[in-house]
T-cell receptor, first 111, second 116 residues
Framework: QKEVEQDPGPLSVPEGAIVSLNCTYS??????FMWYRQYSRKGPELLMY????GNKEDGRFTAQVDKSSKYISLFIRDSQPSDSATYLC???????????FGTGTRLTIIP | DGGITQSPKYLFRKEGQNVTLSCEQN?????MYWYRQDPGQGLRLIYY???????QKGDIAEGYSVSREKKESFPLTVTSAQKNPTAFYLC???????????????FGSGTQLSVL
């Protein structure tokens, strides 16, 4: 079993829909949770950064962490074609050298 | 503009050849990292460096080497010992590598390495 599981998709939704992306993990020591967006053949860019449990909102993006279920989510409201990308979850207990990435979910927003 | 520059964007390696991927940052970050990305797999850490003249192996260091002679530069050499080098290579940096917190990671645009 992988330490971090992420559905690779692909996931296609119509423009304007709410998108839900998820990761599950097995290491209960993880405290830092991140979501990265990666356009094709580009480097990932940090979207959301959360410490411990709870919700965090930034514009159309909301990150949720449920440590009791070992489950994290990223919600995208009012999805736009420019949101079409691969979304990577990442997490660690401490230290970037311990960062564990999911495989990424490829998302396409259909105009 | 501050950022991380990787070059070249595309690189081809012949059998038995060593190739070097460049990574330069002008963010004044202390820590730098090299990741490998393969289709269907998460990013895997090759090497990282927390300070100049020091670096540590990541999860998949075999067949790779690095140096950190300057704060802003962290080149990666893919040696002939790496038998499956075809992948997308990503360099990243963070303000500092701390055992107490996770400083945010910033990535370059990547280098696609292919074998001829």
């Amino acid at each position: 079993q992988k330490e971090v599981e992420q559905d690779p998709g692909p996931l296609s939704v119509p423009e304007g829909a709410i998108v839900s992306l998820n990761c599950t993990y097995s290491n209960s020591a993880f405290q830092y949770f991140m979501w990265y967006r990666q356009y094709s053949r580009k480097g990932p860019e940090l979207l959301m950064y959360t410490y411990s449990s709870g919700n965090k909102e930034d514009g159309r993006f909301t990150a949720q962490v449920d440590k009791s279920s070992k489950y994290i989510s990223l919600f995208i409201r009012d999805s736009q074609p420019s949101d079409s990308a691969t979304y990577l979850c990442a997490m660690s207990n401490f230290g970037n050298e311990k960062l564990t990435f999911g495989t990424g979910t490829r998302l396409t927003i259909i105009p | 503009d501050g950022g991380i520059t990787q070059s070249p964007k595309y690189l081809f390696r012949k059998e038995g050849q060593n190739v070097t991927l460049s990574c330069e940052q002008n963010l004044n970050h202390d820590a730098m990292y090299w990741y490998r990305q393969d289709p269907g797999q998460g990013l895997r850490l090759i090497y990282y460096s927390q300070i100049v003249n020091d670096f540590q192996k990541g999860d998949i260091a075999e067949g790779y080497s690095v140096s950190r002679e300057k704060k802003e530069s962290f080149p990666l050499t893919v040696t002939s010992a790496q038998k499956n080098p075809t992948a997308f290579y990503l360099c990243a940096s963070s303000i500092q590598a701390s055992l107490e917190t996770n400083e945010k990671l910033f990535f370059g645009s990547g280098t696609q390495l292919s074998v001829l």
